[in-house]
Structures are given as C-alpha cells and as structure tokens.
Nanobody, 115 residues
Framework: QVQLVESGGGLVQAGGSLRLSCAAS????????MDWYRQAPGKQRELVAT???????YYADSVKGRFTISRANTENTVFLQGNSLKPDDTAVYYC?????????WGQGTQVTVSS
C-alpha cells in the first residue's frame, strides 16, 4: 500500500524559511514523478512544484526562485525548501504521486507565514 507522510510545517515569519519532507513507502518511488500541492483556506488546491524520476523540476510562477524541490531516492523522500516566505504561502501542503491510475496523497502539513 502506497503511503505518503509529510512533515516540517509550522509557523514562520515573513521572509523566513521552512523545509518540508515527504516520506514515501509501499513501493520504490525512484522512477515516479512526485509533486507538492498546497491549498489555502477558501481556495482550490494548486500545484506548487514537480520533480520527475530523472530530476527535472517544474515550479508554479508564484514560488519560482523561492522554492526548491528535491528528492533522495535512496530514502524514498521528497523535499520542498521554501525561502523568502510570504503570507500568501500560508496553506496546507500536500505530497502527491501518480502510479498508473492511482493518485496517492499525504495527509498534509500546515504552513503558516505571519506578516
């Protein structure tokens, strides 16, 4: 059974940094594209960053230059480093992977950025 567990969220002041982790289990994730999404109160869930199995990355315009997605394949873990955080980055952050027709999500981790 595929399972994703996020950690690393918390309260940070504007301009600060956080590093989120997503620990994956149930299969080897080395070859799969993995994503970070976020959902702010009253808003739709949006894609933040993507990393492919060979390390190619994609970022939403709103976080480009401030966030970095990376992965440690030997540990089945994906990271999201957020710098220069803004109050608009406040949201629940979710880890996601698609394996064939299965979409797996973590339970989410809250990030709150105070002004």
């Amino acid at each position: 059974q595929v399972q994703l567990v996020e950690s690393g969220g918390g309260l940070v002041q504007a301009g600060g940094s956080l590093r989120l982790s997503c620990a994956a289990s149930g299969t080897s994730f080395t070859m799969y594209t993995m994503d970070w999404y976020r959902q702010a109160p009253g808003k739709q869930r949006e894609l933040v960053a993507t990393i492919t199995g060979n390390g190619r990355t994609y970022y939403a315009d709103s976080v480009k230059g401030r966030f970095t997605i990376s992965r440690a394949n030997t540990e089945n873990t994906v990271f999201l480093q957020g710098n220069s955080l803004k109050p608009d980055d406040t949201a629940v952050y979710y880890c996601h992977v698609r394996i064939d027709l299965l979409h797996a999500w973590g339970q989410g981790t809250q990030v709150t950025v105070s002004s």
